[in-house]
């Protein structure tokens, strides 16, 4: 149940055993079905999950319904709906299981407690922030900067699999497109 994390973990800190042990401790399982929700917007998001398998999405749904991707959490990864998290204020965002997926979660209490009691896991989370933020931008730059070809394209370069694997709503939603428009570049290959 702990070998990703404790993976994780190694690549990215020095532990030993026991401090892995301690640190995975604090993890609880979820196993969740296709399109289980986890996080309902106005709800104070009590959780960040790091996936062993399957994907988690977070995403908000303007006035009129309409939903719209922020961000994906596949496997060997942390996330949330950071800012609920973090403030532990209420939510805009959604967390939904878009495939089965198995997750531990960790409450923001004990996060926080490890913070300050592992050493090496403020590092840790630096690193994943900043991988995050960094792709959290250059998201939005592409967003701003791409057409649909060629924000297309840079998905298919950069992580395939998720095209191959998620539901084509999903995947139009996260690239800004129609999914008529997905379509066409699908079967464009």
């Not at 070998?3 to 990215?12: D, H, V």
């Not at 030993?16 to 998001?45: H, M, P, S, W, Y």
């Not at 967003?143 to 070809?149: E, S």
């Not at 840079?154 to 996260?174: Q, S």
Request: proline share 4%; aromatic share 10%.
């Amino acid at each position: 149940m702990y070998t990703q994390l404790k993976q994780y973990l190694s690549r990215n800190m020095v532990a030993d055993e026991a401090a892995l042990d301690e640190f995975c401790q604090k993890f609880r399982l979820k196993k969740t079905g296709r399109n289980e929700i986890l996080l309902q917007a106005g709800d104070v998001c009590p959780y960040i999950y790091f996936v062993n398998s399957g994907c988690l999405r977070v995403y908000m749904m303007d006035v009129n319904g309409k939903e719209s991707t922020r961000f994906l959490i596949t496997e060997g990864r942390f996330g949330t709906a950071f800012p609920s998290f973090t403030l532990q204020e209420p939510s805009l965002a959604y967390i939904q299981s878009i495939e089965p997926t198995e997750a531990l979660y960790i409450n923001h209490h004990d996060f926080r407690e490890l913070l300050d009691t592992i050493p090496g896991w403020e590092r840790v989370y630096l690193i994943s922030l900043e991988r995050d933020y960094i792709a959290s931008i250059k998201r939005i730059e592409s967003l701003i900067t791409m057409d649909a070809t060629q924000r297309y394209r840079h998905l298919m370069d950069t992580n395939p699999e998720i095209i191959r694997r998620l539901p084509n709503k999903i995947i139009a939603d996260y690239l800004g497109i129609s999914q008529e428009t997905l379509s066409r570049l699908k079967s464009k290959k």
